[in-house]
């Protein structure tokens, strides 16, 4: 005859300590990362995915198209204009006060002496060309967002009064931003070498480049690897007038 054994005599259930239990949750976790990678890339190489490449197009796409409507809304605005002037009934003192606000906001061609400073991206072989300089890093090869705006920031410092970067006139809701190696700009991408033009006094505009602590740092860079810097002087230059939307959607002005 079989005898039961004692309950009481059998080893109590192992608990899981708090280590075993974070272990089984940190497998879990890798687990549950591998399958959703795995599920993402469907075996494709995720850098080269078609999906990426078709990103690049679609936003190369709606840049040209962003720049049709811009061409459009000019052409609307300047037909609008003309017809306000027409049938607006006011006098000629009003007109020169409205077309000079015009000029101070942007809108309105500009046109002077000026000069233009291009910035190009190293050659991606480079090596350093001064001797003791350590060799270039990916970063240390390319335009970055901090360059154009010291470039713009210097010419405003010289008393630009109007500054067009590639073919688009900055106003006061101008924002220069990049991303990777390209320039967002009112809507538009672009892609180095990054030309930025500007009216004004051009001894007073040189002065203002020559003593920009940022630009000195970007020429050390351009002694040192090749990165491009070209300085161009102009009789007479035209910048167009801004034919963006000047709303403003994220902003109020402030209450007397």
Sequence with gaps: MSTSADPSARPPRSRLRPVRL???????LAGLMFWLSFDTARGTDLRSDDSMLRLSDLIQER????????????????????LARRDNGS???????VKALEENAGTEKLHGQGMSVTLTDAPPNASAKIPGVPEPQPNDLVIHQQD?????????????KGIRIMDQRLISTSAVR??????????????????ITAVGDREELNKALNASPAIQNYLQYVNAYGLGWKVEQHEAVTLPGYSGTVEL????????
């Design 22 to 28: 974070l272990t089984l949750a940190v497998f879990a």
């Design 63 to 82: 840049s040209q198209k962003n720049g049709t409507h811009d061409e459009r809304n000019a052409a609307l605005r300047e037909d609008v204009e003309t």
């Design 91 to 97: 006098s000629k003192a009003q007109d020169a006060k």
């Design 148 to 160: 154009l705006q010291a470039v713009v920031n210097a010419l405003w410092q010289g008393g630009a």
């Design 178 to 195: 990049c991303v990777g190696n390209t320039l967002i700009l009112q809507g538009r991408v672009y892609s180095p070498p990054y030309k």
């Design 249 to 256: 959607h994220y902003a109020q002005p402030v209450k007397p």
